[in-house]
T-cell receptor, first 116, second 111 residues
C-alpha cells in the first residue's frame, strides 16, 4: 500500500515549456487535490476532483489544467511554464463523501519544480 | 487578510518543554479543525483533528478549539527533537471538501 505517489520528484523547466505532474493513489479514495506550497503562503489549492469525472478550480488555478484520468490518477499540466510557477507541488486524496464527514486528506511526497 | 493566520516562527524550545502553537481564523463557517505535521522535504501528515469547540488529547498532543474566539491551539508535551517540523493548521466547513490551511509554524526542539 503505497498511499499517494507523485512523479517526478524534481523538475527544472525553461519559461514556456510544458509538463505534466502525475499523481496516483491506491486507497480507493473518491477525491483528489493539487496544491502548491510557497514559503510563508502555506498550501494553496490549485484544482480538485471531488469524484471521478469531475474537476473544479481551487484558489489559484490560472496557468494550470488537470485531468482525472480514472479513480486512481489525477494529473496536473502546465501548458506554458512561468517563473511564478516555481514551487513545491503536492497531490492529496481523501475518502470524501457529500454527507459532510471530516475530510482527512493524505498527501504525496511532493514535486519540486523550478522554472527558469 | 488571510482567512487563517499562523505565526511562521521559528519557535525554538529545549527538549522536554511544552510547545504551544495556535491559529486564528475569520470564517465562522469552519467546523472541523486539523493539525498537520510536515517534516522537511516531505508531504504533510495528519496529526489531529477536532470538531467544533473543545479539547482533544492524543498521547503527548492536545488540540483545543475555541469557536467563540475563532482560535485553535496545539500543545506538544515533553517535546522531543523528532518533533522538529513545520506544523500547519487546517480547517473546513460542515459540508465542504476543501481545506483552508494556515501558513505553518516551524518548530525546532533542541537536545
Amino acid at each position: 500500500n503505497a498511499g499517494v505517489t507523485q512523479t517526478p520528484k524534481f523538475q527544472v523547466l525553461k519559461t514556456g515549456q510544458s509538463m505534466t505532474l502525475q499523481c496516483a493513489q491506491d486507497m480507493n479514495h473518491n477525491s483528489m487535490y493539487w496544491y502548491r506550497q510557497d514559503p510563508g503562503m502555506g498550501l494553496r489549492l490549485i484544482y480538485y476532483s471531488a469524484s471521478e469525472g469531475t474537476t473544479d478550480k481551487g484558489e489559484v488555478p490560472n496557468g494550470y489544467n488537470v485531468s482525472r484520468l480514472n479513480k486512481r490518477e489525477f494529473s496536473l499540466r502546465l501548458e506554458s511554464a512561468a517563473p511564478s510557477q516555481t514551487s513545491v507541488y503536492f497531490c492529496a486524496s481523501s475518502p470524501y463523501r457529500t454527507s459532510g464527514n471530516t475530510d482527512t486528506q493524505y498527501f504525496g511526497p511532493g514535486t519540486r519544480l523550478t522554472v527558469l | 487578510q488571510k482567512e487563517v493566520e499562523q505565526d511562521p516562527g521559528p519557535l525554538s524550545v529545549p527538549e522536554g518543554a511544552i510547545v504551544s502553537l495556535n491559529c486564528t481564523y475569520s470564517n465562522s463557517a469552519f467546523q472541523y479543525f486539523m493539525w498537520y505535521r510536515q517534516y522537511s522535504r516531505k508531504g504533510p501528515e495528519l496529526l489531529m483533528y477536532t470538531y467544533s469547540s473543545g479539547n482533544k488529547e492524543d498521547g503527548r498532543f492536545t488540540a483545543q478549539v475555541d469557536k467563540s474566539s475563532k482560535y485553535i491551539s496545539l500543545f506538544i508535551r515533553d517535546s522531543q527533537p523528532s518533533d522538529s517540523a513545520t506544523y500547519l493548521c487546517a480547517m473546513i466547513g460542515a459540508a465542504g471538501n476543501k481545506l483552508t490551511f494556515g501558513g505553518g509554524t516551524r518548530v525546532l526542539v533542541k537536545p
